[in-house]
């Protein structure tokens, strides 16, 4: 079976802050890992992914996402947070030996003025 | 860049109606899915499809059924509405799973089941 949890259902950060928005995991083989953002009244967007290599991974929008093996752990980081950054974020994984990906519930990032 | 259209953005529907969600995307992906967005929740898997004609249930199937006659389109059916199926309804495509692909969303249906 495989898993995602995302343990804050909101994170607030003042603009020009670092942002951290935190996703673990649990798979019984590889895992490939994913981050989607959905902005008010549309559908998800794809940020970035993790399959293989380099445990830091750069995506869309100034963000980037650091794996970590031991801790199980994808966290989206950004170093300077836009108001426009204020969305919905997604975590999820996908085992290599399944075909299914298992979304997290969602964090709700607010960037405050 | 890929494009996934959801027939309707909101809909209202009567407890007991059969309701149609229809999904079009313009990439000739092999996979297409049907997911349920419910605040606390997250998204949750109903079915996928790899292929025209084949499909496989996701997480939470029952209520639901789909058809996939050809390739572009991927079509979610409630064959009699509940109360419990109003929700946001989003579909996704991608390529093969073979390799490792992100998905690419449509923009949402509203449902409301009254």
């Known amino acids: 079976a495989q898993s995602v949890a995302q343990p804050e259902d909101q994170v607030n950060v003042a603009e020009g802050n670092p942002l951290t928005v935190k996703c673990t995991y649990s798979v019984s083989g590889n895992p490939y890992l994913f981050w989607y953002v959905q902005y008010p009244n549309r559908g998800l967007q794809f940020l970035l992914k993790?399959?293989?290599?380099?445990?830091l991974v750069k995506g869309s929008y100034g963000f980037e996402a650091e794996f970590n093996k031991s801790q199980t752990s994808f966290h989206l980081k950004k170093p300077s947070a836009l108001v426009s950054d204020s969305a919905l974020y997604f975590c999820a994984v996908r085992d290599a030996g399944y075909q299914k990906v298992t979304f997290g519930i969602g964090t709700k990032l607010q960037v405050i003025p | 860049d890929v494009k996934v259209t959801q027939s309707s953005r909101y809909l209202v529907k009567r407890t007991g109606e059969k309701v149609f969600l229809e999904c079009v995307q313009d990439?000739?992906?092999?996979?297409m899915f049907w997911y349920r967005q419910d605040p606390g929740l997250g998204l949750r898997l109903i079915y996928f499809s790899y292929d025209v004609k084949m499909k496989e249930k996701g997480d939470i199937p029952e209520g639901y059924s789909v058809s996939r006659e050809k390739k572009e389109r991927f079509s979610l059916i409630l064959e009699s509405a509940s109360t419990n199926q109003t929700s946001m309804y989003l579909c996704a495509s991608s390529l093969p799973a073979g390799g490792i692909y992100e998905q690419y969303f449509g923009p949402g249906t509203r449902l409301t089941v009254t």
């Open positions: 993790y399959i293989t290599g380099d445990n």
């Open positions: 990439m000739d992906h092999e996979n």
